[in-house]
């Protein structure tokens, strides 16, 4: 064997095990990006339809009295003393319960970002009662989870 040939061989080793780790590399790029993509969520057929399909036709809002225009917005109603608007800053939202306990019953829930009206703070801190936006709902909310605004 001659030199040439030992050279031509170290050469072609080598770049045999180039290829090959770059090929390796390449398919563990490919893989991990696949892996870390998220799935599409899933639906069920009791799941509540979203807004982008419960509106099929716009609607038409008419204004029985003459003096008010469509810039104005309606007025908030005047609060109980002592009571703050507030917006909910949990990520997850909160558990809505009849009294101030965690082994209460839970009465339904509040999402985050959604806005609320504080009654009271326990005296720890601890919970806030706090009413619903819209005035259907009242409960008991885990304390902190709350900021208050301006509106």
Not at 24 to 39: E, R
Not at 65 to 77: D, I, L, M, V, Y
């Amino acid at each position: 064997m001659s030199l040439s040939g030992i050279f031509n061989f170290i050469v072609g080793f080598l770049l045999a095990l180039v290829l090959l780790s770059g090929a390796s590399v390449a398919a563990a790029l490919y893989f991990a990006a696949k892996l870390t993509a998220l799935p599409e969520r899933p639906t069920f057929p009791n799941d509540a339809p979203t807004s982008q399909t419960i509106s099929k036709k716009p609607q038409t809002i008419v204004n029985s009295s003459p003096k008010s225009t469509p810039s104005e917005s309606p007025t908030p109603k005047p609060l109980e003393p002592g009571a703050y608007r507030a917006i909910v800053t949990q990520p997850v939202g909160l558990i809505l319960r009849d009294s101030p306990t965690r082994e209460s019953n839970r009465i339904g829930g509040v999402a985050y970002k959604e806005k609320v009206i504080v009654l009271e703070d326990t005296p720890d801190k601890e919970w806030q009662r706090v009413r619903l936006e819209d005035g259907d709902r009242e409960g008991w909310v885990k304390g902190g989870n709350t900021e208050k605004t301006d509106d």
